[in-house]
């Protein structure tokens, strides 16, 4: 079963623009992890936010999370072209024991 | 730090057949889980393996078993292939269970079946 949702599914823009990608799920959760992934490569784990947190930085990474909306997002400021990838939310579900992740969103910076 | 590493990188096999892969933690994780790749699917867990022992599965049939040894390195198997299990296969390693702990991904194995 699919936990997180990503929004949009793609997404396009020019370099040094700022990228948001959104995530949903379904049931509560203990903590949520957005990964990067390049062209069919492993992924990279970007952040981790907990159920407790609402906001979270890495450079230019800045993750939130809604609790009541069961959503995050994860904005991507000053992007590069390099930040060209597949993004992927994972969640705990509850309880549980595996993450599950959700189908990502493509990004494609254009230089 | 050495990452994850696995092997084959890449693979084809003919239906029917079977398969093993193969991963390599980084030093010092012990637990390491499986995922499937696909275009359709997406990312889907297999299985998680810690200190010697499956911890939890997902939903595969029994064609897909695993195994983890004493050195924390992990094979994974896939008997009587069909080509629905053409895939990207990824390895992935935490310090230990849990869900709190960030997974480490290998470059994954691509399976091609014909």
């Known amino acids: 079963s699919q936990q997180g949702e990503e929004d949009p599914q793609a997404l396009s823009i020019q370099e040094g623009e700022n990228a948001t990608m959104n995530c949903s799920y379904k049931t509560s959760i203990n903590n949520l992890q957005w990964y990067r992934q390049n062209s069919g490569r492993g992924l990279v784990h970007l952040i981790l936010i907990r159920s407790n947190e609402r906001e979270k930085h890495s450079g230019r990474l800045r993750v939130t999370l809604d609790t009541s909306k069961k959503s995050s997002s994860l904005l991507i400021t000053a992007s590069r072209a390099a930040d060209t990838a597949s993004y992927f939310c994972?969640?705990?579900?509850?309880?549980?024991?595996?993450?599950?992740f959700g189908p990502g969103t493509r990004l494609s910076v254009l230089p | 730090k050495a990452g994850v590493t696995q092997t084959p990188r890449y693979l084809i096999k003919t239906r029917g057949q079977q398969v093993t892969l193969s991963c390599s933690p980084i030093?010092?994780?012990?637990?390491v889980s499986w995922y499937q790749q696909t275009p359709g699917q997406g990312l889907q867990f297999l299985f998680e393996?810690?200190?010697?022992?499956?911890?939890n599965k997902g939903n595969f049939p029994g064609r897909f078993s695993g195994r983890q040894f004493s050195n924390s390195r992990s094979e994974m198997n896939v008997s009587t292939l069909e080509l629905g299990d053409s895939a990207l296969y990824l390895c992935?390693?935490?310090?230990?269970?849990?869900?709190?702990?960030?997974?480490?991904f290998g470059p994954g194995t691509r399976l091609t079946v014909t």
């Open positions: 030093s010092g994780h012990r637990s």
């Open positions: 994972a969640t705990d579900e509850n309880y549980g024991q595996n993450f599950v």
């Open positions: 992935a390693s935490s310090l230990t269970s849990g869900k709190e702990y960030e997974q480490y």
């Open positions: 393996y810690f200190s010697e022992t499956q911890r």
